[in-house]
């Protein structure tokens, strides 16, 4: 069986615009970004600015404006360029590490509503 092009996520996806807060794992400041997805497994987010595969982030975001912060802890599992060969990044994957319950749940109902 040829499998290219099959989708290969565990968990099912639904679009999300919202601004993520994300610092690296040397805690050197805050850099913003806007996500285009998320799932139970992680979220994927707009990005011009490079992150290294394997890159631990701390992140927060919530999924309605006034809604409380969801703070996670993830990794880089996927960089997206532009077709073509250029060099432009379009944007990255986060694959959660360590997601709190409440968030959890949060998401859950978020997907499913």
């Known amino acids: 069986m040829n499998y290219s092009g099959q989708e290969k996520r565990i968990y099912p996806r639904k679009q ?3 601004r993520v807060i994300f610092e690296d794992e040397t805690g050197e400041g805050f850099v913003y970004f806007y996500t285009t997805d998320i799932s139970m ?3 994927f987010f707009e ?3 490079p992150l ?3 890159t631990k982030v701390f992140l927060s975001f919530s999924l309605h ?7 996670a ?3 880089v599992v996927r960089v997206e360029k532009e077709s073509g060969g250029a060099s432009q990044i379009l944007g990255m994957g986060i694959q ?6 409440a968030g959890r749940q949060a998401i859950v109902q978020y997907i499913q509503a």
Do not use: M, W
Not at 65 to 71: A, V
């Open 16 to 18: 999300l615009r919202t």
């Open 96 to 101: 959660y590490l360590d997601l709190p319950e």
């Open 52 to 54: 290294k595969l394997g």
């Open 65 to 71: 404006e006034g809604d409380p912060l969801i703070r």
């Open 41 to 43: 497994g992680g979220l």
């Open 73 to 75: 802890t993830g990794q």
């Open 47 to 49: 990005s011009d600015v």
